[in-house]
């Protein structure tokens, strides 16, 4: 396969053309070589793509978590129909967001970028984890399998909720969490979480097993629900 390699506002933008396949190591060096003297921003456009195989997607699965290990993102546009068909077989549609063109992913790293500054700016200062009891369902983000894992978020703050469940992942595990909402009507946020620290049985004993999990990539809709609900309820006892 061929990479051209552009950069752009800071964000690096690949041309990837021809086979996604057993000759495509291109792929993972050249994101590699990225992250480590250029960006951790990076998109990848799909439009000369002809063929991804089975190696292939592991391929893209290995330069995907690469850019995680590395806190960046990884945002891939211009996909043909039928690579969005494969990935659909696969399980990566439910890892990617299609952008049509690299103006709409470029467009969604500012937003992104917006409401990571809120974040490190503001929200660590300003918002207390409050107490929160809800219902929570979770697996591995690239994953292949459905099945969802079942456990009771306990605390939430406006950038991550604390989870006590029997199954619990690694710290810097991807994960994809849906979280029921008692209040009415009843919402469902659903969003991927981070892992960012496992609870210590000798030292939390009440709070063992659990995890906190750092709401990751979240879109400004979904950080505009939760920073009201938290400002809401900041003072209250009741949920």
């Known amino acids: 396969m061929r990479i051209k390699v552009k950069e752009r506002e800071g964000v690096v933008i690949l041309y990837l053309e021809g086979n996604i396949d057993i000759n495509a190591s291109d792929l993972i060096e050249t994101i590699g070589w990225v992250l480590k003297y250029k960006s951790k921003d990076i998109i990848c456009d799909f439009g000369g793509v002809n063929l991804v195989d089975y190696i292939g997607i592991s391929v893209i699965a290995v330069a995907y978590k690469n850019v995680l290990n590395h806190r960046g993102r990884l945002k891939i546009c211009n996909v043909p129909q039928h690579l969005r068909n494969l990935f659909s077989i696969v399980g990566l549609n439910r890892v990617f967001k299609y952008y049509e063109n690299e103006e709409q992913a470029l467009e969604s790293l500012k937003k992104e ?22 219902n929570i369902e979770y ?72 995890m906190g999990l750092e709401f990751y990539n979240i879109d400004k ?7 009201e609900f938290v400002e809401k309820h900041a003072s209250s006892n009741l949920i």
């Open 139 to 210: 697996r591995q983000k690239f994953s292949p399998q459905d099945n969802l894992y079942k456990g009771r978020v306990i605390n939430l703050s406006a950038i991550g909720v604390f989870v006590v469940a029997r199954k619990i992942f690694s710290v810097g595990e991807l994960l994809y969490v849906r979280i029921y909402f008692k209040e009415k009507p009843h919402q469902v946020l659903e969003t991927d979480g981070k892992v960012v620290w496992v609870a210590d049985q000798r030292f939390q004993p009440y709070e063992y097993p659990g």
């Open 113 to 134: 970028e917006k409401i990571f500054d809120i974040l490190s700016k503001k929200l660590r200062r300003r918002f207390k984890r409050i107490p929160f009891h809800a």
């Open 221 to 227: 809709e979904k950080q505009e629900r939760i920073i």
